[in-house]
Nanobody, 124 residues
Framework: VQLQACGGGLVQAGGSLRLSCVASGTFHSIDIMGWYRQAPGKQRELVARMTATGDENYADSVKDRFTITRDSAKNTVDLHMNSLKPEDTAVYYC???????????????????WGQGTQVTVSS
């Protein structure tokens, strides 16, 4: 399963950006899609994720500023980022967790895929 992300860039503090990611390949279903980020010298951390049933999780640091949306029919997930802060500067990674195809198109073994990362830089 391949993930292609886009939408990063340079923005001033207080500005907005939207990241988009699309999953492609052969799979049975995607249970979770979301976004993680990694700043220089720090570990990768969860930003936001959404299950197939619409349950959402956000990092405390982005609640009320970021919104995740997902189109399960198109296998896409977007991250709408508002009121950006310099501390949001990081490489953002799209992720997907789901099931590959098993016998008779039943769910097969699970997969966990990552996109290539897109840079978000917020200037003060």
């Amino acid at each position: 399963v391949q993930l292609q992300a886009c939408g990063g860039g340079l923005v001033q503090a207080g500005g907005s950006l939207r990241l988009s990611c699309v999953a492609s390949g052969t799979f049975h279903s995607i249970d979770i899609m979301g976004w993680y980020r990694q700043a220089p010298g720090k570990q990768r951390e969860l930003v936001a994720r959404m299950t197939a049933t619409g349950d959402e999780n956000y990092a405390d640091s982005v609640k009320d500023r970021f919104t995740i949306t997902r189109d399960s029919a198109k296998n896409t997930v977007d991250l709408h980022m508002n009121s950006l802060k310099p501390e949001d500067t990081a490489v953002y990674y799209c992720m997907a967790y789901g099931s590959l195809v098993g016998k008779g198109w039943s769910p097969g073994r699970s997969f966990n895929s990552w996109g290539q990362g897109t840079q978000v830089t917020v200037s003060s």
